[in-house]
């Protein structure tokens, strides 16, 4: 291959590379950004004060992402939960039904029967499971 084709070819690419980034805006794209950010700030705070004036929870008007931190229930409070739920209990219960009275999702409420097989006593298989405390 020539040297010369080879030059010619690399500057192709660099006036191609050169043209994308000379049609790319992306500082106007930023401000523009800023500006709908603080037009989106403006609106939920007017929804805020009208639902005040309503009486109005906003929970539901505002923006969906959280501005706190979900909460983890901890191995105590799991484990006091299901043994008070399933000392009420005492013809058993299945894990589905676990999961509901206590608050605790299915897959910790599983997670927790694995672990304490020692205090947990299961009869039935599959769907006709149910969970007994020893």
């Known amino acids: 291959m020539d040297i ?6 690399q500057t192709q ?3 191609k590379k050169l043209a994308l980034l000379s049609d790319n805006n992306l500082q106007e794209l930023v401000t523009k950004k800023a500006a709908l950010e603080t037009e989106l700030a403006d609106i ?9 004036l309503l009486g109005i929870s906003t ?4 923006s969906p992402a959280r501005s706190e931190r979900r909460t983890r229930m901890g191995g105590d409070v799991i484990r006091a939960k299901i043994t008070e739920v399933l000392k009420a209990s005492p013809q058993g219960l299945s894990q589905i ?3 509901k009275q206590t608050g605790v ?4 409420v599983i997670n927790f029967l694995k672990d304490n097989q020692d205090t947990i006593r299961t009869e039935g298989d599959r769907k006709s499971k149910l969970v007994f405390l020893k």
């Open 44 to 52: 939920e705070a007017k929804i805020s004060n009208t639902c005040k």
């Open 59 to 62: 929970s539901g008007a505002s």
């Open 105 to 108: 999702s299915y897959a910790s």
């Open 13 to 15: 690419e660099l006036q």
């Open 4 to 9: 010369t084709k080879e030059i010619e070819r």
């Open 97 to 99: 039904d676990i999961a």
